[in-house]
């Protein structure tokens, strides 16, 4: 081992984004952060993840915070660190497509802001679909990382892999991440997935899992071993379940070999020192579930991601359907053939899971269809690897017209509408970009901003009337 070339593997850091969106949905508030910003900051992570995916939402709806006041704050505490979000390509951080005016600009403000590496996916791996948001990232100056969903299917082979990373590679990306959301990527075949993807292309390439099925320390160890540049950990208080591997354990699992990370265990004790007391906080509170602590089988029996099996038992409780949990998880696999096998990411999981619901409860196949399994068959999100099921389609959509085309090329441009609706409650630009992903829960947010900004004011001038002691 000591004949080889040093080559140090870099280390994500995820506590301020995707490790608290899969232990306590997502509600670690920005206070709670800032205080160990600058300890952070002196680690020497590769980058810190904390900002995109689900946080933008969860801030606006629950902790009534702005998003990008988060992004500021933090930006402003790192001095030397890169920081990182995660995009859903041509969906933003939402659920359906934007016009490429939205997408450009949202880059444009995320970079403006803060953001060092945006890591972009398509929930369809349609590299079409995360074009847009590439051109605009190299454009700002940022890294634009592109993701791939992984997961297993007949279309999904070595060639598969291979091919697309070189279409990355191509289009201009600075990066790419293999995102495993489900933990479904074995330790040997990561080592195989890894050396195939390096034998493609020039471009890093960065892994990005889950600890649900139990496997995600050692298909680190597997993929380092075979040449992957950076792994994303979380510090250990956060970590494992449906989080990443502990920071703390992968950097002393590489410590002294070629790979040595070269981080001070020392500063990464501090930070566990520092939310050691708000998990045990989120589990006596219940935020924090020990149900999502433990090794869930199952995501690696049906290869359907933890967050998935969860929706899919309170959508069955709410019809008084438990009893057809072991029907629902068969006609998984069904649908997703049907729907020429998708990767099981956002949104396509919630369409492939809520479809297997209904198949099931109405008891014949497709007898219903939701409004965004009519778009997927209609070609509304994209090009899926396989062709859809011609019989399936045809009974959704009848004889509507099918989209070949890159969808977000059907759509206007509509920041000016956009402009126009919250002309009243604008405050900052960034606010039309909120409103145009989350428009009730902006609006609501707007409301609440201004009636806290007049608390404020009137306190203040009470205070000069002296009519209150403060
Ligand atoms: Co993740």
């Not at 670690?28 to 680690?43: F, G, H, N, S």
């Not at 505490?77 to 995660?86: A, D, E, H, P, R």
């Not at 997961?151 to 598969?160: C, I, R, S, V």
């Amino acid at each position: 081992m000591s004949e080889q070339a040093k080559k140090p593997v870099g280390i994500t850091e995820t506590i301020l984004r995707d490790a608290h969106q899969s232990l306590i949905a997502t509600r670690m508030p920005t206070e709670l952060m800032l205080p160990i910003v600058d300890t952070m900051d002196k680690v020497g992570y590769h980058s810190v993840e904390c900002w995109g995916g689900a946080t933008f939402d969860a801030s606006l709806r629950f902790l009534h915070e702005d998003p990008w006041e988060r992004l500021r704050k933090l930006r402003d505490g790192f001095k030397k660190t890169k920081l990182q979000m995660l995009l859903r390509g041509q969906n933003i951080l939402g659920y359906a497509h934007y016009p490429d005016d939205v997408v450009t600009y949202f880059v444009q403000k995320s970079v403006a802001n803060g953001i060092d590496i945006i890591r972009i996916f398509d929930c369809l791996n349609d590299l079409r679909n995360v074009k847009t948001a590439i051109d605009a990232c190299n454009k700002e100056g940022a890294e634009a990382q592109v993701a791939l969903s992984y997961t297993l299917g007949d279309a999904y082979t070595m060639e598969y892999w291979m091919d697309i990373a070189k279409r990355i590679e191509e289009m201009g990306a600075s990066s790419i991440c293999i995102k495993d959301m489900a933990g479904l990527l074995v330790p040997y075949k990561a080592s195989e997935l890894i050396t195939a993807m390096k034998s493609a292309t020039k471009l890093p390439i960065q892994l990005h899992t889950h600890y649900t099925s139990g496997v995600a320390s050692m298909t680190y160890l597997k993929a380092v071993e075979a040449g992957v540049d950076v792994i994303d950990t979380a510090i250990s208080p956060f970590s494992m379940g449906t989080s990443q591997p502990a920071t703390e354990v992968m950097v002393e699992t590489f410590k002294g070999t070629p790979y040595d990370t070269g981080l001070d265990q020392n500063i990464l004790s501090e930070i566990a020192d520092y939310f050691r007391p708000y998990r045990e906080e989120c589990l006596e509170n219940g935020l924090l579930n020990p149900k999502v602590m433990g090794v869930n089988i199952k995501t690696l029996l049906y290869q359907v991601p933890g967050g998935m099996l969860s929706n899919m038992v309170s959508q069955l409780k709410e019809q008084n359907a438990e009893d057809k949990y072991d029907e629902v998880l068969k006609e998984i696999p069904r649908v997703r053939k049907d729907f020429g096998e998708p990767p099981l990411v956002t949104p396509s999981s919630q369409i492939v899971g809520t479809q297997a619901v209904m198949n099931v409860l109405m008891g014949e196949p497709y007898k219903m269809a939701t409004g965004q399994t009519k778009d997927l068959l209609s070609g509304k999100y994209g090009q899926t690897v396989k062709p859809f099921n011609p019989e399936v389609q045809k009974k959704v959509i009848g004889d509507e017209e099918v989209i070949t085309c890159r969808p977000a090329d059907l759509l206007k441009p509509a920041l000016k509408d956009y402009e126009e609706k919250i002309k009243q409650w604008k405050q900052q630009d960034e606010d039309v970009l909120s409103y145009a992903l989350f428009p009730q829960v902006a609006e609501d947010f707007f409301k609440y901003r201004q009636a806290q900004q007049e608390k404020v004011d009137l306190t203040k001038a009470d205070t000069a009337n002296g009519a209150y002691p403060v």
